[in-house]
């Protein structure tokens, strides 16, 4: 009876230590090496160039800080040798920064930041990129290394153009009051109201249309868990 009693005990213990050893080995699994595609997880690599186009109008007149943005990947994104980013995909964004034409330099600035991208197929991956480049936003280009998109601004040759209407403006009011002499005076008054004509005047918004060319660079590894295929045959 005392050997049954001990045996009895004996499967106990060892039934509640099982599970505690299966659990631990499944802790100890390492988790697979980064850019490793496994059954149901997919890996974008760090360093992959994301082209998208714009799908959402953008501009320092109309946005501001926080706003979201879309755009359509153009290009598709391939890992080990498998599609895993197909074109059409939707890369979700928002605006983190916003400074509005100044009266000096006359340049709009707005800074994108990347937050996901989602599959046809509903696989999402929340992504960090950084803006690289932007194209078909007329002189729009994109400066440093956050992603902060400039716009053209005015140029020196416009700049000289206004003060030199005002200076004409001036020399001509200058000769009506004070016959010629009067000419040399109102030249100087035309170009000081020219030059304070161009300081003041605002310059156009930076402007991204839709269709703008938006290339991300993706900043780190990111891995996303792969959408449940669909079982419903009405789903095809």
């Not at 499944?26 to 360093?47: F, K, L, R, Y």
């Not at 391939?78 to 979700?92: R, T």
């Amino acid at each position: 009876m005392k050997k049954l009693a001990l045996v009895a005990l004996a499967g106990v213990f060892a039934a509640a230590l099982f599970p505690a050893r299966t659990a631990l080995a499944q802790q100890s699994t390492p988790p697979p090496p980064p850019g490793i595609q496994t059954e149901d997880m997919v890996t974008i690599p760090a360093g992959t160039e994301l082209r998208t186009e714009l799908t959402t109008l953008l501009s320092t007149k109309t946005n501001k800080n926080g706003d979201s943005f879309t755009a359509r990947v153009a290009e598709p994104i391939f890992a080990k040798g498998e599609e895993i980013v197909p074109n059409g995909s939707i890369l979700e964004g928002h605006v983190s920064f916003i400074k509005s034409p100044g009266r000096a330099t006359g340049v709009g600035e707005m800074r994108l930041v990347a937050d996901s991208i989602t599959t046809p197929d509903e696989t999402k991956f929340t992504v960090a990129a950084g803006l690289q480049d932007a194209q078909g936003a007329g002189g729009a280009h994109v400066k440093g290394d956050e992603g902060t998109v400039a716009g053209e601004g005015k140029s020196k040759k416009d700049t000289a153009v206004e003060t030199g209407i005002g200076a004409g403006v001036g020399a001509g009011v200058g000769a009506i009051a004070d016959g010629g002499t009067g000419s040399l005076y109102g030249l100087g008054i035309g170009a000081a109201t020219g030059l304070i004509h161009s300081l003041i005047k605002k310059h156009k918004d930076l402007i991204l249309p839709q269709g703008t060319e938006l290339s991300f660079v993706i900043s780190r590894n990111v891995s996303a868990k792969k959408a449940a295929k669909s079982t419903d045959p009405n789903s095809q």
